[in-house]
Each structure stands twice: as structure tokens, then as C-alpha cells.
């Protein structure tokens, strides 16, 4: 019992770090947490009495699982999720120098966040892990199957794509602007039509349980409920008409959103992944520890 209780202790101690490298390789945190979850549950049944670094141990299992995750979102082909808007950003390590922590910032930036959306799963890993957490190629190799000189060549495919995309974000984030302007106008105006012409035909709207409480305090009589989940521009436009009204244009983990603040502190966040030109999915934010972790600036 005490060995189990030292291991949990240290696993404990390594979450943080954990959770990041899983975040920064999934862009979601409930999937980065299912994924850090995963790993404890491979670490309480395996022996590691022989590991001499735990740390690295866990880095290479949760990367492992994280790998999984992404082959297994590309083979279902479906809109992974946008880290940049719909997720927080997990800070940096604790105890991780300043220099350090500047790279880190500087390398989850919103042109990042697009591109790693297009890179493969091995190279998303490699490049994750190298860039960002400092493993060696030798290190990486094993995680996704291939030689230390084939790892370093992922990583070197990603980076050129990152250093491609650092030119672009200016002008996609106005493009991004104003599609979420033109979300808040129709919402506002009840304009059904202009909603659907933002909208992807197979939109995505996930609210979490405070949004869906929140709603329904305020439902108007005869109004369509909000769901926790919903697929399709049509059902999503029904719900979403009118009810992003009160809300204003926002910066979310440095990407244009809607926030609901009255007073000035934020109730509710409304965050966009937009692709081709509309938005494919809409997440819904209420819930106050979730809202705290957000990167949040009121435009």
C-alpha cells in the first residue's frame, strides 16, 4: 500500500507536466486528461521498480497514448479539436526557467495552433516532443515507430510548415474577425438565414453543463432548449438565435471569440473553429474554473 501511495504521490508531481505535453499534442484538455489518465492507469499496473526516470518514463507512455488519439481522430476523419480557441492553453511547467518559458509561449502561438491541425500524427508528436519538451530523436523514435534519423525528419517537416504559417496569421485572424462578427450580427438580429451562412452544414455545438444550466435559467418561453450536444447548421442555428445577443467580440486563447460579461467579469464564452470559411464547431463555456483558465481579452 505504501509503494502505491509513493508512486500515486509522484505521478502527482508530474501531472502538470504531463497534462502539457498532452495538451500541446491533442489541442483538447478533456482529451489531454483522458489521455494523462490513461497513463496512470498503465503506470499502477506496470513494474517499474527498474526505471530509473519516472518522469521520462510517463512522458513516453502519455505521448504513446496521445499518438493513438490522433491516428484514431485522423482514421474517423473528423474536425479535430482547435486548441487555439476552444481549449485553454496549459502554462508552463512550474519551475521551468524564463527563457524557457518565453519559447513555450511564443510556440503555442495562433499560427502554431492552425498548423499543427495539418500536420500527420507522427509528426505532430515529433515535433511536440523535441521542440517543445527538449527529448532527443533517439528518445522519440520508439513513440512513433521509426528511426531516430526518420524522427528527425518529421520534426524538421513540421517545423518548415510552422515557420511557413508564422506569415499568415494577421491576415487570418481578420478573416476570422469578421466571420465571428457576422455570427454575433445574426445572432443578435434573429436573422435565421444570415446564421445558416456562417455556419457549416455539419456544424458542431457542445455546451458544457454550466452553459446548459445558465440557459435554461434564462430559457424564453416557447424558446428551443440548449443541448449539451448538437450537429447540424440548422438544429445549431435554432438554438444559438438570439442567444449570443448579449454577448460582445472577445480574444479567447488570442483567437476572436464571443464572451458574455456583464460588469465586466466573464459569465459565458462563446469559442469558434473555423474552417474553409465557416465555422465547423462552436463551444459554449460557462463553467467559472474552466472560464479562469482561459486566456480572455475583452475587445
Known amino acids: 500500500m505504501g509503494e502505491h501511495r509513493a508512486l500515486a504521490e509522484e505521478f502527482e508531481a508530474n501531472r502538470r507536466h504531463l497534462q502539457s505535453v498532452a495538451q500541446r499534442m491533442l489541442g483538447s484538455t478533456s482529451e489531454a486528461d483522458d489521455a494523462v489518465q490513461e497513463g496512470w492507469l498503465r503506470l499502477s499496473r506496470s513494474d517499474t521498480s527498474d526505471v530509473a526516470n519516472l518522469r521520462g518514463w510517463l512522458t513516453t507512455v502519455v505521448a504513446r497514448v496521445c499518438l493513438d ?48 491541425e495539418t500536420l500527420t500524427p507522427a509528426e505532430r508528436v515529433a515535433f511536440v516532443l523535441h521542440d517543445m519538451f527538449d527529448l532527443s530523436f533517439d528518445e522519440i523514435a520508439p513513440i512513433v515507430g521509426r528511426s531516430p534519423t526518420a524522427a528527425r525528419q518529421l520534426a524538421s517537416r513540421a517545423r518548415r510548415r510552422v515557420q511557413g504559417a508564422e506569415s499568415a496569421p494577421a491576415a487570418d485572424h481578420a478573416r476570422r474577425r469578421k466571420i465571428v462578427d457576422a455570427f454575433l450580427a445574426a445572432s443578435r438580429s434573429g436573422n435565421f438565414d444570415a446564421l445558416l451562412a456562417v455556419l457549416d452544414p455539419d456544424v458542431l455545438l457542445r455546451a458544457d453543463e454550466a452553459a446548459v444550466k445558465m440557459a435554461a435559467a434564462r430559457q424564453a418561453v416557447g424558446a428551443p432548449r440548449l443541448a449539451p450536444e448538437l450537429r447540424g447548421a440548422r438544429a445549431v442555428a435554432e438554438s444559438l438565435s438570439g442567444r449570443a445577443g448579449a454577448a460582445q467580440p472577445a480574444l479567447i486563447n488570442g483567437a476572436p471569440g464571443l464572451v458574455w460579461a456583464p460588469g465586466g467579469q466573464p459569465r459565458a464564452a462563446f469559442s469558434f473553429t473555423i474552417a474553409r470559411g465557416k465555422i465547423v464547431r462552436v463551444d459554449l463555456i460557462a463553467d467559472p474554473a474552466h472560464l479562469r483558465r482561459l486566456d480572455l481579452t475583452l475587445n
Not at 490522433?70 to 473528423?78: D, G
Not at 482547435?82 to 502554462?91: F, K, L, M, W
Open 69 to 116: 488519439m490522433l491516428r484514431s481522430r485522423k482514421s474517423r476523419r473528423e474536425e479535430s479539436l482547435d486548441a487555439r480557441v476552444s481549449e485553454p492553453i496549459v502554462r508552463p511547467d512550474a519551475g521551468m526557467n524564463p527563457e524557457r518559458e518565453a519559447v513555450i509561449a511564443d510556440s503555442v502561438g495562433l499560427a502554431l495552433l492552425v498548423v499543427l
